[in-house]
């Protein structure tokens, strides 16, 4: 393979990698700089989204469920996966809903120890109820023989420059990413809307002297995390295994996005989240370098790249890269 | 009854056991639980059972309070191993319904009634391992201690396998190995209450060497992927052993952690190696992944592909990738001789038709093996049982004459080669043709070399 | 009689942190008091609970997959002592720790291999476990302290998860990665006791196996030393940088300092605790000493059982051990058990800032004033 070959292959594989962790990243940073909220239970959205993709695309066996027990071997619309992409995000958007007026709200006036608590008790009832009714087992997307219809981005397709395959779809994982990050940015810049949640995120208390409802916005900015969430679940899935503990795992990596881009930022979180994806990427790509006598092998520090360059930022630049004020809340 | 009795010997073996300086640490607490029978004479109806308990001093589990003996099931009902779990605990409930009832294999081995085991009734539980050597000993610990297991079996992933190794020479319990593959399991981590069924790593090596030479050439280079953990370090070890020795060359090898769902940006470096052959050394649903992930980068067009060990469940999962990749298995149901058939039978008429996965036919052998030398032992003292296991000859689990060898307690017994089937052909639930049943005789090694020189399996706990 | 210290020393760090002399005496005598009566309590405790919890339910008749056994009564111990260091951190200084699996689990790892290479005395194990906690405590405090609120609960998160990759793969030729650390080999106690052996001329029914009475001895000196850093000047400054970070501040404490020493002391408890562990099981697992689940769990068992009190952590992981271990493998809600604790869990945080064991002390205290006890 050509190094041009070895770099568009990198570069497709690290931007993928990091385009799950700005979708999960945006919604994070976005309620931590406005609602000065901490959500742990972020990740609980995206297994939520991941879950319900599944059940939609096809239909799953339950073997070690309590569903299966209860008379539900089987589950499942086989719908396809086109159609889990669709109807996804809207459902999680009015999971993120329930989450904000249940959940959340509750506890704005507590302390942030408070906040973490409960999400994290949140994540970790969401993560069993799963885990109890549809099994703790590993599943995965059939999504090949499901675009094999007639949609472009089916199988492995040559890129021109080298003899490489890519695979298409972290393409559109990409391009989907890219697309929802613009129209949210959009939103945020350019609209009232987005002028009254950003005045919010810099004096909350202003906002409300001038007789501005600010619940409303809050909400729905909490419900559009929510949403870019569940689209991560579901444009994530057939490139990873879906199981209930992939919420808590994914969510550290999302909040390291989200304090090294910089919290409230959307270009922060685009920028932490590219880093971290390229980071890792890389670091497994590289495998063993020598400089003269010395060889290290890079491959597995791949995973603590992330968390160092985390550290590094954090100790740095406190209020991430892209940041403009730190969080004292 | 003789309750107080027996509370007075275990508690003498507290002390013996203890000035004798055998057992570790954790050991005695869980054969103590319980100890204090004179409160469970509610409960236990049928009292000390028949199986001439008094004979032998109080061990691990030994006796067995009630009349019912508990076997532990502790298999990975999540991570990457989970589907060969789920078809593990379908053999083993299938194996405990036929010790109780009869039917299966029970029939045919002459040491098995079909109305339990030495008058017990035998009951289970189960556990998840999570494929993952924390909750494996976890989960163990756990039915030793609560559940006062007699014997308890399981695996898929030999680091899982070796942590209840652990367990079960601490605890004097009997471990039965189902899924490991790692050369450690029988090798430098071998005890002397485990017995496995299965070959290793160092087998697949000598099974598989002189069919892929010869079907892609001499001199070749090959590029190693491997999961890092026991089994995938020896597996890397003995292929690079096996095929150097056959004049290959490894260009390089490369761990991965265990449960990988992307394995793109490892393989990328694989495809600009430019070896000509990659080892997959990936198990279960990571093994699907790798070899789905390796296809659809177009892999197989530039280098040959060969997964070591692969399974059903596996090449179900990976459907057409799995078209001419060679590697071993623990055993299928196309193999086609008496036990075979009658086990892939029973176990499609219980579970709507299905196909018994190689993990499933060694989760129900190792089962009734065990069952089997507690019959001829007369009693389910451990160190009993163990001497009955120990240089046991046998021909009735479908793989042909076996041996359970005394000095590393591994089975030396033959191995299918297989080779995966093209998409088109695949039906009726066969995802390979077996290439070749490589006759014991040319595999294996002698106690003193390869990893059973490593070996010491400890103490029997009556010594 | 209350075990709370929190409460009893609340008013006391609104006024000066560091106490006057003419009472000096007198509050030494009152604590020293208070402290035997702790101490007592603790011992009292730890001496009964296995006929308590393991015999007599047995007696009793329950069936014995429902009652405790004597393993898990240790392994309650040592995430006892692991939630009482903890509490020091998050109850008295205010401090939430999403990392807490560092100390613990580099102790066990240090413990574990240091029994491997050098000797298997229980107590080395212990002092080697214990040192690299607080040195790991130490770095990471240091650095981590600089930032405060949620970036401290993250950068620990951080910490905690880097620590565990570097073990998992870098360092897997040292510390076995996956596997697990295998090689443990632990000896006896001053080189005659077996922990495994039972004690001689104390009734099963009572005391198993020396490693009981050794963790519960642990328990003990960290009850009465945890009792004996809260009641003293330093716990009280504790105290008020968490009810007002700024006033301590502003009064001239070196807030930074002190909150670096509560972080060290409480690494050290875990350090404490991981070693037990290792002793216990005689292995090092990976998933269960250093990946960030475990900070996730010391976190649940000190809240539940009661965050600013000595015995609610204790309690708190009794409860968890339970229902983890035995509720479990019960028909139906065994499928549940950890759902239900994080419902639990919620509720807790929601509605019981001092966790289950403050409303039980709450509800005491109400007994008491009810039939016109003075309890405090």
């Known amino acids: 393979m050509s190094l041009v070959g070895e770099l568009v292959v990198l570069l497709v594989n690290g931007l993928q990698t990091g385009a799950i962790y700005v979708l999960l990243a945006i919604g994070l940073s976005i309620i931590l700089g406005t609602l000065k909220f901490v959500n742990f239970a972020h990740g609980a959205l995206y297994v939520v989204g991941a879950y319900i993709g599944l059940l939609i695309t096809q239909q799953i066996s339950i073997a070690n469920g309590q569903l299966a027990e209860w008379g539900f071997p089987t589950l499942g619309l086989g719908w396809g996966f086109i159609a889990a992409l669709v109807i996804v995000p809207p459902i999680v958007f009015v999971v993120g809903l329930a989450m904000e007026r249940f959940v959340a709200r509750p506890f704005y006036d507590r302390p942030d120890t408070d906040q973490i608590l409960v999400t994290f008790g949140l994540a970790i009832v969401v993560q069993e109820l799963i885990h109890a009714l549809i099994g703790p087992r590993s599943y995965t997307y059939d999504i090949p023989s499901e675009i094999a219809g007639g949609i472009p981005f089916s199988g492995p397709v040559g890129v021109p420059l080298s003899a490489v395959t890519i695979d298409v779809w972290r393409v559109w994982v990409i391009a989907i990413t890219a697309t929802l990050v613009i129209a949210v940015y959009a939103i945020v810049e350019y609209t009232d809307f987005g002028l009254v949640v950003k005045a919010g995120t810099r004096d909350p208390e202003m906002v409300r002297l001038l007789g501005i409802r600010i619940t409303r916005p809050y909400l729905v900015m909490f419900g559009i995390g929510a949403g870019l969430a569940g689209v991560a679940g579901v444009v994530g899935a057939p490139l990873s295994n879906i199981n209930p503990e992939i919420g808590m795992t994914i969510l550290v990596p999302a909040f390291l996005t989200v304090v090294i881009g910089g919290v409230g930022s959307i270009r922060g979180a685009v920028l932490g989240g590219t880093l971290i994806g390229m980071v890792q990427v890389t670091l497994i790509s590289l495998g063993t370098v020598s400089l003269g006598s010395l060889s290290i092998n890079f491959t597995p520090w791949a995973q603590v790249g992330i968390y160092a360059l985390a550290v590094v930022v954090l100790l740095t630049r406190p209020q991430g890269l892209l940041g403009s004020e730190e969080v004292t809340a | 009854m003789s309750h107080d009795g027996k509370s007075v010997s275990r508690r003498g073996l507290l002390k013996n056991a203890g000035a004798a300086g055998t057992v570790g640490l954790v050991g005695l607490a869980g054969c103590s639980e319980g100890g204090d029978g004179d409160g469970d004479g509610d409960g236990d109806g049928g009292g000390g059972g028949g199986d001439g308990g008094d004979d032998y001093p109080a061990l691990g589990n030994y006796p067995i309070d009630g009349d019912t003996a508990t076997f532990g099931f502790n298999?990975?009902?999540?991570?990457?191993?989970s589907s060969e779990g789920e078809d593990e605990l379908r053999a083993y409930e299938l194996a405990v319904e036929h010790l109780n009832n009869g039917g299966g294999w029970v029939d045919e081995f002459e040491d098995l009634s079909g109305e339990g085991v030495l008058d017990y009734e035998i009951d289970f539980v189960e556990g998840d391992t999570a494929t993952d050597a924390s909750a494996a000993d976890e989960s163990a610990s756990r039915m030793v201690q609560r559940d006062d297991v007699i014997m308890f079996s399981g695996g898929s992933s030999s680091a899982v396998a070796i942590a209840q190794q652990g367990v079960a020479q601490r605890e004097k319990v009997l471990f039965m190995c189902c899924?490991?593959?790692?050369?450690?399991?029988?090798?430098?981590?071998?005890?002397?209450?485990?017995?496995?069924?299965?070959?290793?790593?160092?087998?697949?090596?000598?099974?598989?060497?002189?069919?892929?030479?010869?079907?892609?050439?001499?001199d070749l280079d090959f590029y190693q992927l491997y999961a890092d953990y026991s089994w995938g370090q020896t597996q890397q070890a003995s292929m690079k052993q096996f095929f150097e020795e056959a004049g290959w060359n490894e260009v390089d090898s490369v761990a991965t952690p265990l449960d990988t769902s992307d394995f793109s940006s490892y393989l990328s470096e694989a495809q600009s190696s430019g070896a000509d052959v990659l080892f997959l050394n990936h198990y279960g649903l990571d093994g699907a992944n790798s070899l789905t992930d390796a296809v659809d980068a177009g892999i197989d067009e530039d280098m040959e592909i060969v997964m070591p060990l692969y399974n059903r469940p596996m090449a179900e999962a990976a459907s057409g990738a799995i078209d001419g990749i060679y590697g071993t298995i623990a055993w299928d149901s196309q193999i086609d001789n008496e036990p075979s058939n009658q086990f892939a039978e029973v176990f499609g008429e219980e579970y709507d038709g299905r196909s018994p996965s190689g993990p499933a036919q060694l989760a129900y052998a190792q089962t009734l093996q065990y069952a089997a030398a507690a019959e001829r032992a007369g009693t389910f003292y451990p160190p009993e049982v163990i001497r009955e296991l120990e240089d046991y000859d046998y021909d009735n689990i479908g793989m042909g004459e076996e041996t359970m060898r005394a000095c590393d307690h591994q089975a030396q017994r033959a191995i299918p080669v297989v080779r995966g089937l093209p998409e088109s052909e695949q039906e009726g639930g066969n995802f390979f043709e077996i290439v070749d049943i490589t006759s014991r005789d040319d595999v294996g090694y002698g106690c003193d070399e390869g990893p059973a020189a490593e070996c010491e399996l400890g103490e029997y706990g009556d010594e | 009689m209350s075990d709370e210290v929190g409460s009893a020393a609340e008013t006391e760090a609104d006024s000066e942190p560091v106490d006057e002399s003419p009472t000096l005496y007198e509050r030494w005598r009152q604590i020293h008091d208070n402290e035997s009566t702790v101490a007592a309590l603790t011992i009292l405790g730890v001496a009964l609970a296995p006929f308590v919890l393991v015999t007599l339910p047995t007696q009793l008749g329950l069936p014995s997959e429902y009652s405790w056994y004597h393993n898990l009564l240790t392994l309650t111990l040592i995430w006892g002592i692991f939630a009482l260091g903890y509490d020091l951190l998050l109850g008295f200084t205010g401090l939430l720790s999403f990392g807490h699996a560092i100390f613990w689990g580099t102790s066990a790892y240090a413990a574990g291999i240091f029994s491997a290479n050098v000797t298997g005395s229980p107590l080395a194990m212990i002092l080697v476990g214990t040192l690299t906690a607080v040195l790991m405590a130490w770095i990471i405090g240091w650095i981590s302290l600089r930032r405060g609120g949620i970036y401290f609960a993250i950068l620990t998160l951080a910490f905690g998860q880097m620590i565990y990759y570097i073990f998992l793969s870098p360092l897997g030729d040292i510390t076995g990665g996956e596997n697990g650390f295998t090689g443990v080999q632990v000896g006896s106690l001053f080189g005659v006791v077996d922990l495994g052996r039972a004690v001689p001329f104390v009734p099963e029914a009572f005391v198993d196996s020396w490693m009981y009475v050794f963790v519960g001895a642990a328990m003990i000196l960290s009850v009465v030393v945890g009792y004996r850093i809260l009641n003293s000047p330093y716990g009280a400054v504790l105290r008020a940088i968490r009810e007002n970070e700024q006033r301590a501040e502003f009064v001239g404490l070196n807030v930074w300092r002190y909150k670096l020493m509560a972080f060290i002391l409480s690494g050290a408890f875990a350090g404490l605790a991981g070693s037990l562990?290792?002793?216990?099981?005689?292995?090092?697992?990976?998933?269960?000493?250093?990946?960030?689940t475990v900070s996730g769990d010391i976190v649940v068992i000190t809240v539940l059982g009661g965050v600013g009190s000595l015995f609610g952590p204790v309690f708190g992981a009794g409860l968890y051990m339970y229902v983890a271990n035995i509720v479990s493998g019960m028909p139906v809600i065994g499928e549940f058990w950890h759902m239900i604790l994080g419902i639990v869990f919620i509720a807790v945080v929601a509605t019981m800032p001092h966790g289950i064991w403050g409303r039980v002390d709450w509800l005491r205290d109400r007994v008491a004033d009810a039939i016109g006890g003075d309890e405090r």
């Open chain 2, 75 to 81: 298999v990975p009902k999540s991570g990457p191993y």
């Open chain 2, 179 to 218: 899924l490991t593959h790692s050369n450690d399991t029988t090798g430098k981590d071998c005890v002397r209450y485990s017995f496995r069924e299965m070959f290793n790593a160092y087998m697949t090596g000598q099974a598989l060497t002189p069919v892929v030479t010869e079907e892609y050439g001499d």
């Open chain 3, 277 to 292: 562990y290792v002793i216990q099981r005689s292995f090092v697992p990976i998933e269960n000493t250093l990946n960030w």
